[in-house]
């Protein structure tokens, strides 16, 4: 049974525990802002791990406890002030109130009264067209939420799973942190365990379909992405997987998908061999009954029959596809938990990348990515729906989230969803293509019209550009608990119009991504979404616009652009090849993404990998970015390479006007350069560079940013949209005018004209304000 221990430290530390063995209440005050409630009538209280908890031994936390006899007690912290009667739970006699100035009006907690929180996840979106309602997050407007863990199945001694002692007990935990949302979320990970780190590997492009290929068939279609330049990290075969092998000299790791309760069918080629480890008979020609609640079938499902198939197969992880709801044998234990948790504990055997794939079971799920969100309908209400999604995962920890990119069934083909969700899926944690079996709905980029496939693949290339970037923030989410996608809130608690973009997330500490879900107009041909810009200056990664902060506006976008904002001072470092390898390796060329305007820094994090692709946290290097905005330098400081000898640099330096020359220092040499102009800001190709070389690059002291015409860009879109000619002259006449930013947008708001014109008009006009 010692395989199926896990790290967990369940028992409090007694100083953070208020009630006594004679008490139907226990109080443990695990951190300033948390508070776990806890009744029994029989006085049985649990001290073992939960699918939620398995930490409680916490720091000792400073608190005082005021004993009011039969009037009752109260615990208070920094955050909070507890008051409880003493008697059964009720409303009138346990209340919280979370103190500070960064809560909402009201926010005082009653028992068993409804907690509207800011939405965490649901279990599946199967057969959902657009909006679902969410399940619970730690976070709230009102300052306090609460995660009822009160029938969850628990783990024994020994790490094997067991109901609840009392099955009537109350086993809450309330989150009172205010609109202190990051605290928050890191005391969840304490609690709850942290986000595991990714494989490098993962955080490339996937391919999945479910479709019946036969090996030549499918290593003929990775052939075919590799001869079109389109670079894939995993390949996941759905169903029908029994016939075909993983070729290793593809580059891309390989998932295959189970579906567990079907159990392990006669024709199986491992059912003789499971049958004999569980003794069952199988002459009449029965398969053997999936039943994970059994440890002696929990032992065969992994050592016999899920052994021979990664040894055959090439198999790296498995994607768990559950259906089949919370129920077993035994009350209160859910299938879909057991798997999650013993698959993921079962993939830490040495020489593999702990990973597994499946659907989200409750709050905890977090310590088994990748989440699946489900069969999703192929539609623009799924696709809107989506971002929000993958933005409160972030509000109950579960940041490493994959979506069906395209959706999964239904709907009908239409090139523009297709590309729109893929450009999301790009700026997503996790980059997979999906769809149904049916021969007419594929996702190969080359079946579609060719504007789409050209954009389509420049987006599947920038995936992989984007991996240094998201493999640091990979280290990040792991290390210091800041997920990868979070909603935009997060930094801007107190500005009520953050929340009122729900699809609008950080990606990274870097970018902000505002997804385009909607068709774009018949008028303009362009899409547009609604944004809410943070205070600050803004720059867009594709078009080199400059925004103003602190204000909303819709963004216009054509279909080869992406609204993603950087803000001054952004170093964002990409893979330089033109077409990235497979597998998301370690490049060999960098190219730097510096956005001038305000300092900047960026720790680059790199990890050797074995062949298993097992990342080796002993053997991480660092680079080093430092910007100065005053006196125009940008310095790079590599620890060390564990790349080869020598990295090719190219250093871009975006929305910023162009130097007539640049002041170049590599280790002891100094030189001059001139700069390559590009559509936004220039960069340069410095030679290849010996491993831990110093580089220096002077572009000038205080350096400014570039802001493109307001009219040139009016007149494209003017110019391309589909009007009357002769509202066009008025329109072009007035832009030419000599009139005030405001007297053009008021001149412009007075015509008879289409809104999505209008719109695009005035975002240019009001992109920068002097």
């Known amino acids: 049974m010692h395989r199926y221990r896990f790290p967990c430290q369940p028992l409090a530390d007694s100083s953070n525990v208020v009630g006594s063995a004679d008490d139907s209440y226990r109080f443990t005050v695990l951190d300033d802002g948390l508070l776990r409630l806890e009744w029994s009538q029989e006085k049985k209280f649990e001290d073992r791990a939960s699918t939620f908890a398995i930490n409680h031994n916490l720091s000792p936390t400073k608190f005082r406890v005021l004993d009011h006899g039969q009037d009752g007690l109260e615990i208070i912290t920094s955050r909070f002030k507890f008051h409880y009667d003493k008697k059964v739970f009720t409303p009138s006699g346990l209340s919280v109130q979370v103190l500070g100035s960064m809560t909402q009006h009201g926010s005082v907690w009653r028992y068993s009264t409804e907690v509207k929180n800011l939405g965490g996840k649901s279990r599946t979106l199967d057969e959902a067209d657009g909006r679902i309602e969410l399940g619970p997050a730690v976070i709230s407007r009102r300052g306090f939420a609460l995660i009822d863990d009160s029938k969850s199945m628990v783990f024994d001694s020994r790490g094997w799973i067991s109901t609840r002692q009392c099955k009537d007990g109350i086993d809450l935990y309330l989150f009172l942190y205010g609109h202190d949302y990051l605290p928050a979320i890191k005391i969840l990970y304490a609690v709850s365990g942290h986000q595991p780190l990714l494989p490098r590997w993962a955080l490339g492009n996937w391919w999945s379909r479910y479709h019946a290929y036969s090996e030549h068939e499918y290593l003929e279609l990775m052939d075919e992405f590799r001869e079109k330049g389109i670079p894939m990290s995993v390949v996941v075969l759905d169903m029908d997987w029994h016939l075909i092998k993983q070729d290793a000299s593809r580059k891309a790791g390989l998932t295959l998908n189970d579906h567990p309760a079907d159990g392990i069918a006669n024709y199986e080629d491992a059912c003789h061999d499971v049958a004999k480890a569980l003794d069952h008979d199988t002459s009449n020609g029965d398969s053997v009954p999936f039943d994970i609640t059994k440890r002696r079938f ?130 997503s944690p996790i980059m997979r293509l999906h769809s149904i079996s049916n021969p007419w709905n594929t996702k190969e980029p080359w079946k579609f019209r060719s504007e789409h496939t050209s954009v389509q693949v420049d987006f599947l290339r920038l995936r992989h550009k984007l991996v240094p970037y998201l493999q ?17 809130y997060w930094s801007y608690t107190e500005i009520r ?138 310095t790079v400081t590599p620890r060390s390479s564990i790349r080869g000898t020598q990295r090719n640099w190219t250093i871009r330096f975006h929305g910023c006007q162009v130097p007539e020359q640049l002041q170049v220092i590599l280790g002891n040499k100094s030189f001059s350069r001139s700069p390559e102009r590009l559509a936004s800001g220039f960069k340069l190709n410095p030679e290849e560079i010996p491993s831990g070389t110093k580089i220096i690059i002077a572009i000038g002291s205080s350096p400014k940013l570039e802001i493109p015409s307001p009219f040139d860009q009016c007149s494209e879109i003017l110019s391309a949209a589909q009007t009357e000619f002769d509202l066009k002259a008025i329109i072009g006449r007035t832009l030419k005018a000599e009139l005030s930013i405001l007297q053009k947008v008021s001149q412009l708001h007075n015509m008879d004209m289409d809104k999505d014109l209008l719109d695009a008009l005035l975002e240019q006009l009001r992109a920068w304000c002097e």
């Open 472 to 488: 640091t923030m990979n280290v990040v989410a792991a290390r210091d608990g800041v997920p990868l996608c979070r909603p935009i």
């Open 298 to 427: 929990c032992d065969a499902f992994f050592d016999v029959l899920h052994r021979r198939i990664e040894h055959d197969s090439g198999c790296d992880f498995w994607w768990i596809d559950w259906q089949q709801g919370p129920y077993s044998r035994i009350p209160g234990i859910d299938p879909l938990w057991m798997l999650n948790h013993f698959h993921y504990l079962d993939s830490t055997r040495p020489g593999r990348h702990p990973l597994i794939f499946s659907r989200f079971a409750g709050p905890g799920s977090h310590r088994y990515p990748i989440g699946f969100s489900g069969d999703t309908v192929i539609s623009w209400a799924s696709l809107e729906f989506q971002p929000e999604f993958t933005n409160c995962a972030s509000n109950i920890g579960y940041g490493w989230w994959s979506h069906d990119i395209g959706g999964h069934m239904h709907g009908k083909r239409d090139n523009e969803l297709q590309t729109r969700w893929l450009q999301y899926g790009v700026f």
């Open 497 to 634: 119009a953050a929340y009122e973009v729900p699809n609008q997330y950080m990606f990274g500490g870097s970018m902000i991504v505002v997804p385009i879900t909607r068709p774009c107009s018949l008028t303009t041909y362009l899409a547009k979404a609604k944004a809410w810009l943070p205070p600050g200056t803004h720059v867009d990664l594709f078009t080199g616009t400059m925004y103003d902060g602190d204000r909303s506006l819709w963004l216009h976008r054509r279909l080869q652009e992406y609204p993603v904002l950087v803000r001054c001072g952004a170093i964002i470092p990409m893979d330089g090849a033109e077409v990235p390898e497979n597998g998301c390796t370690l490049p060999n060329h960098l190219e730097v993404i510096v956005v001038p305007g305000a300092d900047g820094t960026f720790k680059l994090l790199e990890e050797q990998s074995d062949e298993n692709g097992v990342a080796s946290p002993d053997e991480t290097t660092v680079t080093m970015f430092t910007f100065s905005q005053a006196e125009g330098v940008l």
